[in-house]
């Protein structure tokens, strides 16, 4: 048996310098770190082939990337994998979701397979998560996501838990399959200097373009996905300054009003952000092509709500022809009317027949089983759009969608760009756009080629705005057999929901030079004592300090709060998309030239602690 | 209240007699590492009775003269950046002379470039000073932040553009201090005088053990017209070592000269070098023609000696991130990290053989480390300093810790003396490091404790620092 760890090195962004021109990082300033998920899938990796007791042959580690890149090759070597491969050749730069994945699972057949591979949720650069999935389905391998711990594994399944969206799975998969470990899930001590000086002495094997194949299908030539434009960041608040004493009475006032607002007044904050919302959404578009565009619609209460604002995002882009798609548990139904008479129950009428009403049909397909796995999901959708000859497929970016849209995007071997924050039609292309570079700028993807164009976004990055003028025509496609199913559902059991930071309306938000847990708690005291939910930037996430269901951002949640309050938040593109829709942002800054500034209403120069003590 | 703060009140007001428990806890500690791990683990500081703050040269006479009498234990306190706990309170009887309000700016003097002022003024304000009317110090401790200069001078300290400007012996032109018995001494200031021993060495480094230093006097240099940077990979330490010998040797000085090791490198300047290679750093500034100069001969020792240029944006990486590690260091301890820094010094005949046997016992002697690396930062003509970093998981425990930092210590240090270096390059020596004063020092050492009787009698200046209780 052999067992492969897919790792990645990943610029060290406190070492990246900004270009004074541009604004934008300079990626060749930067050395190069492990990338932090990884380290949760070498442990992994290490403890499952420890419990397989002598069955597996070798460990081992493949990377791809420049040739200087090899501290997670060492950081593999260092916890005692046996080999390490580094995928380096110039024909690899470049390389999107698709294209590293092909070169991945190459690497992987031609070092002999393997039966497990382990996976990092995702990398800290890219931040999509996608590449797990698409390998997957090129190695022809099961695929578990969000995999937390490995309950049982043999030469021939392996059992794992595995928690999306608040709900907690146990799985189980024939082999091979690829394992994309939950971040945090493992937390492992680093390796002690002794096994870092043994893993420098190990050799790397290097292989190149043609190592892998003939055919020579990689890079940016090849991937799917092209990168039309980076853009900087629209200003749209202009912050009031302030520091020393002053600041204080003036936070405080803050603080107090918002204790007291009623934020069902007419002139509410909602109305407001709303009404910015749309004018965002005028910057729209070119004429759209005939081609139908879908969406693929999770099947309960606020699937239908994330579908809602997906296809209000197609209607402003004068999206043709709407489809939206969903698939239902295979348990209860009889007939096609009584499969519809569910999903409009399990939903609830009004959100139903909203969609319903907005779309030229809906396609309600009918799983095998009462228990839905993302493979039969990826199956079942990459079918319809084939036969659709859809030319653009949106899904709402939670754990199942990011799942489901790489699947399909491997088995249909299309691009596929992961949390977009805007979405348009212009120069015969469908233009997503995303944060790029770790946040600091935008990028504008295309997909020139092929189809369907794919995409995943966030929840309330777009407001629900419809108007009915679909045909709302149900089709109905019944339980299909499956060839090859890999996995299958034991047990599922809803979990309770760790937060209540998306319905929050003031929330304090943690960043990056929050570092200890003493900080953290002494501001999450803070909170609790002035009725602030709490959430935190990614880099806390990072430094499992916080669970990813508290992070606000593109990687994360967007929220629309009335009063944001961001402590030592550094002011990344990235966790500011997450806060387009707040009504009034605060942040708390000791450097007077923290981005943050930039894109808050109120700035407020100084130690935080000041500010907190100020209250207490 | 005791009948010793009534009395410190009358010299320096009830205002300036701070009782305050956070104040006290404060002052009570420095960045001494083993502490800042220890008290996430339970340790607790021994808090001084008082913390005094003297206006002038005056009070603090005053204060001294009241304490040697009354045999209370005093400890200066400039900027809290020392590392080896010199500044912490161990006596519960301890009165903590805080010096930050004596920080007032003496004299400029344009023509003879030198400044002189309060010993509490921070080093950071002073060259702000300095900058305006053109000049600079030349002097830049990781504790730029946070030190005063009468702690510098106190603590032998020295700065990253060592090599080419000096320490703080090269740059201390005269000083004033406050004896035990509250006697106060003036060192003035001249360029040279052969008139006897150079007595400026005895405040210098003496860590508050002698006296207390309330007035300096430094050099200033001009802001420098251009700069020539440039970084050189190297196969091994020991290859890098000869390279800066060979540059030091020509007689010239570099105001940076830093040699790496791939530990080090790794994460910061990775992307510039091969795997496991170590990296020079030189940094040349002054007139153009000569900083020019310097870098020719710098690149031609360089290249002749199996370096490869690696250009100058480590050297701007280095210089931006140059004191991150300071801001980060209290984060560190509450992460369950125990993170050191270890510098010794020794001639060019054993430095890399003390690099590479001390890598390799603590290699195979403490199995808790996670983090082992060195680097040269400060050279001269006959030799170096090589500045190790620790990073080690203990478990959570007081003891614990402590016996895994002490088994690192013990190797650096036994290293540093069995080959003929020093244990000490500029951290000084503290309350940690006095058990091997007398290894470092041989038969010189009676000196040191003659030293100590004559300046202080009664054994209340920073009782256990420098010397042995």
């Known amino acids: 048996m052999r067992i492969v760890t897919c790792v990645k090195q990943v610029p060290d962004e406190r070492n990246m310098?900004?270009?004074?021109?541009?604004?934008?990082?300079?990626?060749?300033?930067?050395?190069?770190?492990?990338?932090?998920?990884?380290?949760?899938?070498?442990?992994?990796?290490?403890?499952?082939?420890?419990?397989?007791?002598?069955?597996?042959?070798?460990?081992?580690?493949?990377?791809?990337?420049?040739?200087?890149?090899?501290?997670?090759?060492?950081?593999?070597?260092?916890?005692?994998?046996?080999?390490?491969?580094?995928?380096?050749?110039?024909?690899?730069?470049?390389?999107?979701?698709?294209?590293?994945?092909?070169?991945?699972?190459?690497?992987?057949?031609?070092t002999g397979g393997a039966e497990l591979v382990f996976c990092g949720?995702?990398?800290?650069?890219?931040?999509?998560?996608?590449?797990?999935?698409?390998?997957?389905?090129?190695?022809?391998?099961?695929?578990?996501?969000?995999?937390?711990?490995?309950?049982?594994?043999?030469?021939?399944?392996?059992?794992?838990?595995?928690?999306?969206?608040?709900?907690?799975?146990?799985?189980?998969?024939?082999?091979?399959?690829?394992?994309?470990?939950?971040?945090?899930?493992?937390?492992?001590?680093?390796?002690?200097?002794?096994?870092?000086?043994?893993?420098?002495?190990?050799?790397?094997?290097?292989?190149?373009?043609?190592?892998?194949?003939?055919?020579?299908?990689?890079?940016?030539?090849?991937?799917?996905?092209?990168?039309?434009?980076?853009?900087?960041?629209?200003?749209?608040?202009?912050?009031?300054?302030?520091?020393?004493?002053?600041?204080?009475?003036?936070?405080?006032?803050?603080?107090?009003?918002?204790?007291?607002?009623?934020?069902l007044s007419a002139d509410s904050p909602r109305l407001r952000s709303y009404a910015r919302q749309v004018r965002e959404t005028d910057t729209c578009c070119d004429q759209v092509p005939d081609e139908p565009v879908a969406v693929y619609v999770e099947a309960h209460k606020k699937g239908f709500q994330n579908g809602l604002e997906l296809l209000s995002r197609l209607q402003a882009c004068g999206a043709k022809t709407i489809y939206a798609v969903t698939l239902v548990p295979g348990d209860h139904a009889s007939s096609d009317e009584s499969m519809e008479r569910v999903l409009s129950e399990t939903v609830g009428e009004e959100l139903y027949l909203s969609l319903l009403r907005s779309v030229d049909a809906l396609t309600i397909m009918e799983a095998s089983r009462a228990a839905v796995t993302t493979e039969e999901c990826a199956y079942r959708l990459s079918r319809y759009l084939e036969k659709r000859r859809v030319g653009l497929c949106l899904l709402s970016a939670t754990d199942h969608g990011r799942t489901v849209g790489p699947l399909v995007a491997g088995t249909l071997k299309t691009g596929i760009t992961a949390d977009v924050t805007d979405l348009r039609y212009v120069s015969d292309q469908w233009e997503q756009v995303r944060p790029a570079y770790g946040g600091q700028v935008f990028a504008t993807i295309v997909t020139p080629e092929h189809r369907p164009v794919m995409a995943t976004v966030r929840p309330r990055i777009f407001a629900v705005d419809l108007h009915?003028?679909?045909?709302?025509?149900?089709?109905?496609?019944?339980?299909?057999?499956?060839?090859?199913?890999?996995?299958?559902?034991?047990?599922?059991?809803?979990?309770?929901?760790?937060?209540?930071?998306?319905?929050?309306?003031?929330?304090?938000?943690?960043?990056?030079?929050i570092t200890t847990e003493e900080e953290r708690d002494r501001l999450i005291a803070f909170a609790k004592r002035h009725e602030l939910e709490w959430g935190v930037t990614r880099a806390l996430v990072q430094g499992y300090l916080a669970p990813h269901?508290?992070?606000?951002?593109?990687?994360?949640?967007?929220?629309?709060?009335?009063?944001?309050?961001?402590?030592?938040?550094?002011?990344s593109v990235q966790t500011m998309s997450g806060l387009r829709r707040a009504e009034k942002i605060v942040a708390i800054n000791r450097d007077e030239g923290a981005p943050v500034f930039d894109n808050v209403d109120i700035a407020f120069i100084g130690q935080w602690q000041d500010y907190i003590e100020s209250l207490s | 209240m005791s009948e010793v703060i009534k009395a410190l009140e009358a010299i320096v007001g009830q205002e300036d007699v701070v009782l305050e428990t956070s104040v006290r806890a404060q002052k009570a500690v420095d960045l001494y590492a083993l502490r800042l791990y220890q008290k996430h683990v339970g340790w607790e500081a021994t808090l001084p009775q008082a913390v005094v703050r003297p206006k002038d040269t005056d009070e603090v006479s005053k204060v001294l003269q009241l304490c040697n009498e009354r045999g209370v234990p005093v400890i200066p306190y400039g900027g809290g950046s020392g590392v080896l706990a010199g500044a912490e309170t161990r006596d519960e009887r301890t009165v903590v002379i805080d010096l930050a309000r004596i920080n007032r700016l003496i004299n400029v003097d344009e023509i003879s470039l030198q400044v002189?002022?309060?010993?509490?003024?921070?080093?950071?304000?002073?060259?702000?000073?300095?900058?305006?009317?053109?000049?600079?110090?030349?002097?830049?401790?990781?504790?730029?932040?946070?030190?005063?200069?009468?702690?510098?001078?106190?603590?032998?300290?020295?700065?990253?553009?060592?090599?080419?400007?000096?320490?703080?012996?090269?740059?201390?032109?005269?000083?004033?201090?406050?004896?035990?018995?509250?006697?106060?001494?003036?060192?003035?200031?001249?360029?040279?005088?052969?008139?006897?021993?150079?007595?400026?060495?005895?405040?210098?480094?003496?860590?508050?053990?002698?006296?207390?230093?309330?007035?300096?006097t430094v050099k200033m240099f001009p802001i420098p017209e251009t700069t020539w940077k440039h970084a050189y990979r190297v196969k091994t330490m020991r290859q890098g070592l000869e390279i800066i010998r060979l540059v030091m040797k020509t007689g010239i000085k570099p105001a940076v000269v830093r040699l790496h090791d791939w530990l080090e490198c790794e994460k910061p300047y990775g992307a510039f070098m091969e795997e496991n290679e170590s990296l020079l750093l030189f940094?040349?500034?002054?007139?153009?023609?000569?900083?020019?100069?310097?870098?020719?001969?710098?690149?031609?020792?360089?290249?002749?000696?199996?370096?490869?240029?690696?250009?100058?944006?480590?050297?701007?990486?280095?210089?931006?991130?140059?004191?991150?590690?300071?801001?980060?260091?209290?984060?560190?301890?509450?992460?369950?990290?125990?993170?050191?820094?270890?510098?010794?010094?020794?001639?060019?005949?054993?430095?890399?053989?003390?690099?590479?046997?001390?890598?390799?016992?603590?290699?195979?002697?403490?199995?808790?480390?996670?983090?082992?690396?060195?680097?040269?930062?400060?050279?001269?003509?006959?030799?170096?300093n090589i500045y190790f970093q620790l990073g080690a998981f203990p478990p959570p425990d007081v003891d614990e810790a402590q016996r895994v930092y002490e088994a690192v210590w013990g190797i650096v240090v036994e290293v540093a003396l069995e080959h003929g270096g020093s244990m000490g390059h500029h951290h000084g020596v503290g309350k940690h490091r006095v058990r091997w004063m007398e290894k470092e020092h041989g038969s010189s050492y009676a000196l040191m404790e003659s030293l100590k009787r004559v300046f202080d009698p009664n054994g209340i200046m920073n009782p256990g620092s420098l010397i042995e209780l």
């Not at chain 1, 971040?183 to 002690?192: D, E, I, L, Q, T």
């Not at chain 2, 002022?117 to 900058?131: F, K, N, P, T, Y």
Request: net charge negative; proline share 4%.
């Open chain 1, 121 to 263: 949720e995702k990398s800290a650069d890219g931040d999509t998560g996608q590449v797990p999935a698409e390998l997957s389905v090129l190695l022809g391998a099961a695929f578990l996501p969000f995999v937390t711990e490995i309950i049982d594994a043999d030469r021939d399944a392996i059992t794992v838990r595995s928690k999306m969206d608040d709900v907690e799975y146990v799985i189980e998969s024939s082999l091979p399959a690829v394992i994309q470990v939950k971040a945090g899930a493992v937390k492992s001590a680093p390796a002690s200097f002794r096994d870092r000086i043994e893993a420098l002495k190990k050799p790397i094997a290097v292989l190149s373009a043609e190592d892998l194949s003939s055919e020579m299908l990689f890079g940016y030539r090849h991937s799917p996905t092209r990168v039309r434009k980076m853009i900087a960041p629209v200003r749209t608040r202009v912050p009031s300054v302030y520091s020393g004493d002053d600041a204080l009475t003036q936070f405080r006032q803050i603080l107090e009003e918002s204790e007291n607002t009623d934020d």
């Open chain 1, 549 to 571: 269901g508290r992070q606000i951002g593109v990687s994360g949640l967007s929220v629309a709060p009335n009063l944001a309050i961001l402590v030592g938040v550094s002011g």
């Open chain 1, 468 to 513: 009915d003028d679909g045909r709302g025509v149900v089709a109905v496609e019944r339980a299909q057999d499956m060839e090859n199913r890999r996995t299958k559902i034991l047990s599922m059991k809803t979990c309770e929901r760790e937060t209540t930071i998306e319905e929050a309306k003031r929330l304090l938000i943690l960043g990056g030079a």
């Open chain 1, 17 to 110: 310098a900004t270009d004074p021109v541009t604004g934008s990082l300079m990626r060749d300033t930067a050395g190069s770190i492990p990338n932090p998920d990884d380290a949760c899938a070498l442990a992994m990796a290490r403890a499952t082939s420890e419990s397989l007791n002598g069955q597996v042959q070798s460990l081992d580690a493949i990377t791809m990337g420049p040739r200087q890149s090899r501290s997670s090759l060492r950081q593999a070597l260092s916890y005692g994998f046996d080999n390490a491969y580094q995928l380096t050749d110039s024909r690899f730069a470049g390389s999107d979701v698709l294209t590293t994945s092909h070169a991945l699972a190459l690497a992987i057949e031609k």
């Open chain 2, 283 to 384: 940094w040349s500034e002054g007139r153009k023609e000569i900083a020019e100069a310097e870098g020719a001969i710098i690149d031609e020792i360089a290249k002749a000696n199996g370096a490869v240029s690696a250009g100058e944006k480590p050297l701007d990486l280095w210089y931006v991130h140059r004191n991150d590690a300071a801001d980060e260091y209290e984060k560190y301890g509450a992460n369950g990290i125990l993170v050191d820094t270890l510098e010794v010094a020794a001639d060019w005949n054993v430095i890399a053989d003390i690099y590479e046997k001390t890598v390799e016992r603590v290699y195979y002697e403490v199995p808790e480390v996670v983090f082992f690396s060195g680097h040269s930062s400060h050279s001269y003509i006959n030799g170096t």
């Open chain 2, 116 to 216: 002189t002022c309060g010993a509490g003024m921070l080093i950071r304000d002073l060259e702000a000073i300095v900058q305006e009317r053109g000049f600079k110090l030349g002097h830049y401790p990781q504790s730029m932040d946070l030190a005063q200069m009468g702690g510098l001078v106190a603590t032998r300290s020295t700065g990253q553009f060592s090599t080419g400007y000096g320490a703080i012996e090269d740059f201390l032109v005269g000083l004033e201090a406050v004896l035990a018995d509250g006697t106060v001494v003036r060192i003035n200031n001249v360029p040279r005088r052969a008139t006897g021993p150079d007595l400026r060495h005895l405040f210098l480094g003496s860590e508050g053990a002698f006296a207390v230093i309330t007035e300096v």
